[in-house]
């Protein structure tokens, strides 16, 4: 598959990297990002439906942000040349989040260990949830289903408080950070960066917007909200949908190659829909990015047919659900299912 893959690239000519189209998005997801936080400040309708909106816009486009810039970015899929990572930096720090703790996080312990019960973050079921058979069953998680959606919500309000700090200090333990140093630099970094986001959108907001400070409080929880909300469903249809396989702790050796481990462990969903691939960065083409992380998502669309051909040829799981409803779905299927 990676052969064939590299393969096609080179006789397309085409650089796995971002290309002009992904550099002009970026422009144009930023700049609408500044363009409605101008908005917002200046207020011009004195509006509490305009502050709503504005809130809400922001929230969606820091998932957006997130998944198309800081994702592409981390994976080093965007760009190699230090100067536009540096540059890239720059996005990531107005949408509040630390990319290098998102880098252990997400590339080495997510895409190492998919779907492994106690590694893969993604399926830590938080006491509140069960994710797969492989965690232990409460009386309260027949409603799971009923209540995901307002503990989704509360993804941002977590990583863009505590959760960063947490991480560094559980990641020093484990050695993925490897000096004290390292970890009091990065905790400052943290602490700065988030003092700055804050300030940004709650508190230059409550100094300079003419609205009570609770419309303009309840405004940026709103943003959060909308941001947690979508990015965590995106995350969620990739990985914790019916079908796919869940990897229990006790399960030292696990029989299948890592290649076939992706295939068993993710699915893609409403392929060939333009809108929600450059929505949310080419994550519904989850299956490509696993097996080819390095690659700018912008081109998963044109791998897709030599994943699918190869999985067919040596008779591999190549999962997919038709659209983003059906994804959802099978979602909140499985939720119930696990919690009965």
């Known amino acids: 598959m990676r052969q064939r893959v590299t393969t096609h690239l080179k006789q397309q000519h085409i650089q796995p990297l971002a290309t002009t189209s992904m ?49 592409d970015k981390v994976h080093g899929a965007y760009a190699k040349h230090p100067i536009w990572n540096f540059l890239l930096e720059i996005p990531i720090l107005c949408i509040g989040l630390e990319s290098k703790i998102w880098y252990i996080e997400h590339n080495v312990l997510h895409h190492n260990y998919t779907n492994v019960e106690g590694l893969d973050h993604d399926i830590h079921h938080r006491f509140v949830f069960r994710f797969s058979e492989n965690q232990p069953k409460r009386w309260f998680h027949r409603f799971q289903f009923l209540y995901a959606p307002f503990i989704y919500g509360l993804l941002l309000f977590e990583w863009l408080s505590v959760k960063d700090f947490i991480k560094v200090i559980q990641y020093r333990k484990k050695g993925l950070i490897q000096s004290q140093r390292e970890a009091i630099l990065l905790f400052l970094q943290i602490l700065i960066k988030k003092s700055f986001f804050h300030a940004t959108f709650l508190l230059l907001p409550l100094l300079l917007i003419n609205m009570s400070p609770w419309l303009i409080l309840s405004g940026y929880m709103f943003m959060l909200v909308c941001g947690g909300f979508f990015m965590t469903m995106v995350f969620q249809l990739a990985h914790i949908v019916p ?62 047919p030599i994943v ?33």
């Open 308 to 340: 699918q051909q190869t999985c067919r040829e040596f008779g591999l799981p190549y999962h997919q659900l038709p659209s983003v409803r059906a994804a959802v779905r099978g979602h909140f299927i499985l939720l119930k299912s696990l919690g009965n």
């Open 23 to 71: 550099v002009l998005k970026t422009l144009v997801l930023f700049l609408t990002y500044l363009g409605i936080y101008a908005v917002l400040l200046l207020n011009p309708w004195n509006s509490v439906v305009q502050l709503f909106a504005c809130y809400g816009s922001l929230g969606l486009l820091l998932g957006v942000i997130g998944m198309n810039i800081m994702h």
């Open 243 to 304: 079908n796919l396989k869940f990897v229990a702790t006790h399960e030292v050796n696990i029989p299948e190659n890592w290649y076939i481990h992706q295939l068993q462990t993710t699915s893609n969903f409403a392929l060939g829909n333009r809108f929600v691939t450059a929505a949310i960065g080419g994550l519904n083409y989850q299956i490509e990015h696993h097996l080819f992380p390095s690659v700018c998502h912008v081109h998963y669309p044109e791998i897709a």
